[in-house]
């Protein structure tokens, strides 16, 4: 069995969400050849995208071709919508989610759903929650800071209390990568940003006592946590030169949480995926692959099958951790 954790997908027609609340450049889609779309941002093309972004019946023939049994399917992250007003964001949520439910009903030996709820307004990212729990959702995701808001912020306690209560998984996922406007070439934010903005995430929770508070919350940071791992040994140094700075609202050492939370497989190297083994124990690190986009794995899972791993590893890695994580 592999469960590949870490995917995206979104409806195939989208509505005019810009026209329908006076306000905004929201994402709609433009059909412009068969199989082909251009994610508009207003009048700005953000990212072509292919059918199997849309079309369940593909994505089953590529897992199969792939030897994967299952995905876990979860909106594209510029769907957040944090910036929009909440209740305007809580109508583009549930018409994200309801599609993810529809696909996940008609299909459910083959996916799995990680809802999406508006952050910037803690009540209504609950209530978003727990109506997506009660449709057969096992998790949410949501992005590696809210509106420039880190993931330490007292206003989100509610929300992991309630992700606690419901046995929520909980995928964070990159974006809007901080210091992006002043890296515009080379893909600079999605190479060099997107692994911070993970171990942004990461270190304000593990500094903010986040884990400390809530010691059920199931935490997964994709792209194998981004640069966390690799600057451990600074951040825990950081720790221990100057906890006037560091240590302030958390007295433990940062590495005392590996082994807390899980991370994706997606490091796109094998001895960084051994390290993350090594580091993290085989049992919170889960076969991703950020399918169906170009900085994704090519070949979902293959990563994996190369990386000299036990065979028990590996099967933590394909199955275990995320049966785990997911409450299967």
Same mark, same amino acid.
């Given at each position: 069995?592999?469960?590949? &954790? ?6 195939? +027609? ?6 329908? /609340?006076?306000?905004?450049? /929201?994402?709609?889609?433009? +059909? ?47 769907? /957040? ?35 999406? &709820? ?95 508070? /809530? ?63 090594? #580091? ?25 099958? #190369? ?22």
């Amino acid at each position: 069995m592999i469960i590949d &954790v870490h995917t995206h997908i979104i409806p195939k +027609h989208l509505p005019d969400f810009t026209k329908q /609340f006076g306000y905004g450049d /929201f994402i709609k889609l433009e +059909h412009h050849q068969p199989g082909k779309a251009w994610m508009m941002q207003g009048d700005k093309r953000f990212r072509e995208i292919l059918a199997n972004c849309w079309d369940a019946e593909i994505r089953i023939e590529e897992m199969k071709q792939h030897g994967i049994d299952k995905q876990v399917i979860c909106t594209i992250p510029v769907m /957040f919508s944090y910036n929009a007003k909440p209740q305007d964001c809580l109508l583009i949520s549930e018409f994200l989610n309801d599609d993810i439910a529809a696909t996940v009903s008609q299909y459910p030996d083959k996916f799995i759903g990680l809802a999406t &709820v508006p952050m910037q307004d803690t009540k209504l990212a609950v209530k978003e929650l727990e109506r997506s729990m009660k449709i057969g959702f096992k998790g949410v995701q949501i992005g590696s800071n809210i509106n420039n808001i880190n993931l330490n912020d007292e206003r989100f306690f509610d929300f992991y209390a309630a992700c606690e209560s419901l046995n929520a998984a909980i995928l964070i996922h990159p974006w809007q990568m901080m210091g992006q406007e002043h890296m515009t070439k080379y893909w600079l934010p999605w190479l060099v940003g997107m692994p911070a903005e993970i171990s942004r995430a990461a270190c304000s929770m593990i500094f903010g006592g986040v884990f400390e508070r /809530f010691k059920k919350l199931k935490v997964c940071f994709a792209h194998g946590g981004g640069s966390l791992l690799p600057t451990l040994g600074r951040i825990e140094h950081g720790w221990e030169c100057r906890p006037d700075l560091v240590a302030i609202d958390n007295k433990h050492n940062p590495k005392e949480y590996l082994g807390k939370f899980w991370v994706d497989s997606h490091v796109c190297d094998t001895e960084m995926l051994e390290y993350t083994v090594k #580091k993290c124990g085989a049992n919170k690190v889960m076969q991703g692959s950020d399918y169906p986009f170009p900085l994704g794995e090519a070949i979902p899972g293959e990563l994996v099958h #190369k990386t000299p791993l036990s065979d028990k590893d590996k099967e933590l890695v394909f199955f275990g951790a995320a049966k785990e994580w997911l409450n299967l």
